[in-house]
């Protein structure tokens, strides 16, 4: 359970104190107000908000981690498997609500939707052999056989049988269909079985099988869960959200599409899709006949001898599902700003969880609770941050981003006008080094947390150091796994999504544990206590500095690196003049912006008057909204849910490109000069509507 506070100041200075030149009438008068309005709070305050004890207060932040909490923190959590709309799923809804509740920050609340979730309820997978034997595999990983971790399945796969002669298409990638077809194999009407691979999820995997005229499809991973026979369960609906209310929030009352709708049923695959253990997957490997496996095709465990198929193994694949309206509820516990209450930093991460989620997702949730015990010791020190912060903990995330979404189509103009930034942190701990990304104008507060955050494996060096020696590359954010997806691509709030471990093996298998994670990825919560410290002072920092630390400079730098990549791709074919022209255009802009940052930030600590204030305000909601012009209302072609066109999801499913996503769809789906131009054109439009917000005025 959460410490008990015993003063926990609910501060709140509705009207800001008057601005004065003279520091400690300021903190007379804070005092005062204070005293008047909790006759029951003990001061000493050490963070009056008109101070800056910037770094002290970030010192007392760090120094408040406590690897012991963290750690009871994912044990309580990961008790029981605790997959979305299921009964232990509330339990832990309860465990965190209970925790901000005792923390007596300004509000916690839940926010409840209705959404279409998917279960197994029987799967099974026979399969018969030329000796004429059937066997039926073993479907479940879960070895304690405690019945209450979920069988692997793809959720929102399609109910029925499928029965037919196995193809093995390597990484299902459409070059492996190409090169099954040199070799004169067709999987028309037969089952696929195909190994993950790095470039594919298991969603894409499935649609190009169904382009193929497969019936089903079985995949596994060489990975084999660690080597504990541990199998990957996750879900293949297309795009993210709440199935039957697309673009729209799944209030509870509120507009639900039929499952028969086409815009509905769109989003499911045809075909049925199932995830196979290593073990069942080179049964089947080993009986297959046919011609060799494509040379390209021998690695791991794949070798010269490998045929690919179809015949001398039939398999039939039953799979019987349900489809229900589930609630489903996030978490969001406030902390109000003092000065710019409504400007809003918003850390999140998930709960629900395939099985007991210790890495995936409570190592961040776990982190997310850690932070909040921390920030109610600030606030009880006198500490309140200028702009209000949101801890968010996401529900059925595991289904499609579904919590976050819904939360932020139900809260889209309000976070447009108001959200600074959004930090995500759904595996705060797989592994060993740090990895990040981030759209770049935070690129730079980002390195200057690292620099204040000891490594956890080295005490003699910062995060920053390790991470500059290591991989020191800071991802762009076009992917789409993880709950900043609505938040970046949909509403254009400035993000960053931040991990420890590049990957694991046991990811969404029932290995998954509390005991997994202290035997292998931290067993004494010292990388967590780094991503809380990191985590919490971006928090703080984003909150807390008058002038946003945003850096305009290095997303226009990046522009023009994204630009010198298409134009190296197109080969000449098609200008890019236009996009080159907008990015000249921004980056004057943001030598501009951070020219007027820099010398707003001297008087922002030496003058606090009112016309100062307003200046800083109105600077810092230029650079607010600037990341919100590359949002353009008609989306990218064919997802248009998906609104960012500098950062998105990559054109599946092959992307030699990871940004600029309308205009790699259009190069890769081979689209007229005309087409190609068109989407140019379209970023080039976005870069312009960003610069013209950055500038501000209509000059
Ligand atoms: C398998 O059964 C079929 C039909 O019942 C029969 O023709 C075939 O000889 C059997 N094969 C073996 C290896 O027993
Ligand atoms: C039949 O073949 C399968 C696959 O090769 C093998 O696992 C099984 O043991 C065989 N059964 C018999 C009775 O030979
Ligand atoms: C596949 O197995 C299921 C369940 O055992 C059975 O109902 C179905 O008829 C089988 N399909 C075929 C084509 O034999
Ligand atoms: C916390 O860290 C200390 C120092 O490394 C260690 O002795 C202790 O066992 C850790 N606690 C937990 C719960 O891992
Ligand atoms: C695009 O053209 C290339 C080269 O002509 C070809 O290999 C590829 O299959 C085409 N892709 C599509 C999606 O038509």
């Not at 045809?270 to 009986?287: D, G, M, T, V």
């Not at 630390?549 to 630009?563: T, V």
Request: proline letters at 5%; glycine letters at 8%.
């Amino acid at each position: 359970m959460s410490q008990p506070l015993t003063t926990v100041a609910g501060i709140s200075f509705r009207q800001p104190p008057p601005l004065c030149s003279f520091l400690f009438i300021i903190v007379l008068l804070v005092a005062t107000f204070y005293t008047l309005h909790h006759p029951d709070a003990t001061p000493p305050h050490l963070f009056s908000p008109n101070t800056h004890n910037s770094l002290t207060l970030r010192r007392l932040f760090l120094s408040s981690a406590s690897n012991a909490t963290v750690s009871s923190y994912l044990h309580s959590l990961t008790r029981h498997p605790h997959l979305a709309g299921t009964k232990p799923s509330l339990d832990t809804l309860t465990y965190v609500l209970t925790h901000f509740q005792s923390l007596r920050l300004d509000d916690t609340r839940v926010a409840e939707y209705e959404a279409l979730l998917s279960y197994p309820t029987h799967i099974s997978v026979t399969a018969r052999f030329s000796n004429n034997t059937t066997v039926e595999f073993d479907l479940n990983d879960d070895v304690s056989s405690s019945s209450d971790v979920v069988t692997p399945y793809h959720a929102y796969s399609p109910s029925g049988s499928a029965q037919g002669s196995v193809v093995f298409v390597n990484h299902g990638e459409e070059r492996d269909y190409r090169a099954l077809e040199m070799i004169g194999v067709s999987v028309r009407g037969c089952l696929v079985l195909a190994r993950k691979g790095e470039t594919l999820g298991r969603g894409v995997i499935v649609k190009i099988a169904e382009t193929q005229g497969a019936l089903g499809v079985l995949i596994y991973d060489e990975n084999d869960g660690g080597g504990l026979g541990g199998i990957e369960r996750g879900t293949v609906m297309r795009g993210i959200g709440d199935p039957v209310s697309p673009g729209w929030p799944g209030v509870t009352g509120g507009e639900k599409l039929s499952v028969d709708d086409d815009r509905v049923s769109r989003r499911f695959p045809k075909i049925p899709s199932l995830p196979l253990s290593l073990h069942n997957a080179e049964i089947l490997l080993a009986s297959l006949c046919g011609a060799r496996a494509p040379v390209e095709w021998r690695s791991g465990r794949v070798g010269s001898s490998q045929r690919v198929g179809p015949g001398r193994v039939v398999v039939n694949m039953t799979l019987q599902g349900e489809m229900k309206m589930k609630k489903i509820h996030n978490v969001v516990a406030t902390i109000r700003g003092s000065e710019e209450p409504d400007r809003y930093v918003i850390l999140g991460n998930h709960r629900d969880a395939w099985t007991y989620g210790a890495v995936d997702p409570n190592s961040g949730t776990s982190a997310l609770l850690d932070i909040g015990r921390r920030f109610a010791l600030l606030l009880e020190s006198g500490w309140r941050p200028r702009r209000t912060i949101l801890l968010c903990s996401w529900d059925a995330e595991e289904f499609g981003m579904i919590g976050s979404t819904e939360w932020v189509e139900e809260h889209v103009l309000n976070l447009g006008a108001s959200a600074v930034a959004y930090l995500n942190v759904d595996c705060a701990v797989q592994g060993s080094g740090f990895f990040a990304g981030a759209t770049p104008q935070l690129d730079s507060v980002l390195v200057d947390a690292l620099k204040l955050v000891q490594d956890p494996d080295d005490v003699t060096l910062t995060v920053e150091e390790t991470f500059k020696s290591q991989n020191n590359i800071i991802e762009r954010l076009s992917r789409v796994d993880s709950d900043f997806s609505g938040f970046l691509h949909h509403a254009g709030i400035p993000s960053i999504d931040m991990y420890y471990g590049a990957d694991y093996p046991v990811y969404h298998t029932a290995f998954d544990s509390y005991d997994w994670m202290i035997r292998n990825a931290d067993p004494l919560f010292h990388r967590h206590v780094a991503m809380a410290g990191i985590w919490g002072l971006l928090g703080i920092i984003l909150a807390d500095e008058p002038v946003l630390p945003f850096d305009y400079i290095a997303y226009a730098e990046q522009l023009q690196a994204h630009r010198d990549a298409l134009s190296k791709l197109l080969e000449g074919k098609v200008s890019v003049d236009p996009l080159s022209v907008a990015i000249q255009e921004f980056s004057l802009v943001a030598k501009e912006v951070t020219d007027e940052a820099k010398k707003l930030k001297e008087q922002a600590y030496s003058k606090n008057d009112v016309a100062v204030a307003a200046k800083r305000r109105e600077l810092n909601d230029r650079m607010m909204l600037a990341e919100r012009g590359f949002l353009d209302s008609e989306g990218i072609k064919g997802k248009e849910w998906f609104k960012h066109l500098v950062y998105g999801p990559a054109a599946e499913p092959e992307s030699k490109l990871g940004f600029f996503p309308g205009i790699a769809d259009a190069i890769e789906t081979n689209s007229s000069e005309g087409i190609i131009k068109h989407e140019i054109w379209r970023v080039t439009r976005a870069i312009q509507r960003a610069s013209k917000a950055l500038k501000g005025g209509f000059t």
